[in-house]
Every structure is written in structure tokens, then in C-alpha cells.
């Protein structure tokens, strides 16, 4: 059975870091796309970052580019998010997801259930 699970969430203040780690145990991530979302309360989903399946090419939402850095470990089966410099609306919960095709798509194939994010002021 396939199961993405996201970890390393909490709360952090504003300026702060947080590393989320998306792991997958029954789907090997290196033959995959994965994608981050967020999304906060009353708001829509929206993809924060992406990276292809050898972590050569990544893609970063405005919102968070130069704070935020995807990358991948294929042999630990692990893509991580490393998050600096964060702001209170930076605050959601976060989720992984992973597409067979289709870098950098909307859509996933596996997702986690999420691991939520705050950043107090």
C-alpha cells in the first residue's frame, strides 16, 4: 500500500525556519515529479514549489522564491522543502504530492495528508 507522509511542520515565528521532508513507502519518489502545496484557511490550494525526478530542474511560486528551496534525495526516498526567512502568511497546511507525469502539474498521483505550518508575528 502507498502512503506519502509529510513530517517536520510546527510553529516557528516570523524570520524563522522550518525543513519539511516528504517520504513515501511503497512508491520509489526517484521514478516521480513531486510538488508542495499549501493551503490556508479560506483560501485555495496553491503549489509552492516542484522539482523533476532527478532534482535538476525546480520551479518556486513567487510568493516564496528566494526563501524556499525544494530538493530530493532519491536513495534516503525523501524530498525535502527548507524554509527560511518565514511570514505569518506563509502559514498553511502543507502537502506533498507525486505525479508519474507531468512536472510541475496541479495534480498528483499520491498525495500526503499534510503537516501544518504557523508563523506567529
Known amino acids: 500500500q502507498v502512503q506519502v507522509v509529510e513530517s517536520g511542520g510546527g510553529l516557528a515565528q516570523a524570520g524563522g525556519s522550518l525543513r519539511l521532508s516528504c517520504t513515501a513507502s511503497?512508491?520509489?519518489?526517484?521514478?516521480?515529479?513531486v510538488g508542495w502545496f499549501r493551503q490556508a484557511p479560506g483560501k485555495e490550494r496553491e503549489r509552492v514549489s516542484c522539482?523533476?525526478?532527478?532534482?535538476?530542474?525546480?520551479d518556486y511560486a513567487a510568493s516564496v522564491k528566494g526563501r524556499f528551496t525544494i530538493s530530493r534525495d532519491n536513495a534516503k526516498n525523501t524530498v525535502y522543502l527548507q524554509m527560511n526567512s518565514l511570514k505569518p502568511e506563509d502559514t498553511a497546511i502543507y502537502y506533498c504530492?507525486?505525479?508519474?507525469?507531468?512536472?510541475?502539474?496541479?495534480?498528483?498521483?499520491?498525495w500526503g495528508q499534510g503537516t501544518q505550518v504557523t508563523v506567529s508575528s
Open positions: 504530492a507525486a505525479a508519474r507525469y507531468g512536472l510541475c502539474s496541479d495534480s498528483g498521483d499520491y
Open positions: 511503497g512508491l520509489p519518489l526517484a521514478n516521480y515529479f
Open positions: 522539482i523533476d525526478r532527478r532534482g535538476s530542474y525546480t
